[in-house]
């Protein structure tokens, strides 16, 4: 799927159920991969800003470490409406953006955290060459 129609579809079909869980707990490697990695990255930070590429159901947002929810500034961008609302109904505190993760709205050096899983196997790797210079000065980008 590389359009926006299709993943609406997607987020708002029946099938996804598992897509839309929230998982808790180290229950799940690439859960368990994303909350050791914000446990060391987010300590670097006072109010850090992060970012979602293609995020789907914010994927990456659900595995924030507890300690870090109110600290961090959250932004999911998804090419699906569908996507960002279903990020929205489980993290409200987040913003959504929707938009294309090959055009990406956002000033440079706005970010300090990028993060993505699997997103530039929907997008496109390009998709993550553009989203380096969104990265502040000492920002972070991690990928699956």
């Known amino acids: 799927m590389t359009d926006a129609k299709g993943w609406d ?3 708002q079909s029946q099938q996804n159920t598992q897509a839309l869980a929230v998982q808790t707990g180290y229950t799940d490697p690439l859960e368990q991969h994303w909350q050791a990695f914000f446990n060391r990255a987010l300590r670097q930070y006072a109010s ?5 590429l293609a995020c789907g159901n914010g994927a990456v947002i659900n595995t924030l470490p507890h300690a870090f929810t109110d600290s961090v500034n959250a932004v999911g961008l998804d090419i699906s409406i569908h996507g960002i609302a279903n990020l929205l109904r ?6 959504g953006v929707v938009a294309s993760a090959d ?3 956002f000033q440079q050096q706005r ?5 993505s899983q699997f997103g530039a196997e929907y997008a496109s790797s390009n998709a993550l060459l553009q989203a380096l210079p969104l990265l502040k000065e ?4 991690a990928a699956l």
């Open 138 to 141: 000492k920002g972070l980008m």
């Open 111 to 115: 970010f300090d955290l990028v993060v």
């Open 90 to 95: 489980h993290h409200p505190q987040s913003s």
């Open 9 to 11: 579809s997607y987020w």
């Open 48 to 52: 850090p800003v992060l970012l979602e």
């Open 103 to 105: 055009a990406l709205p």
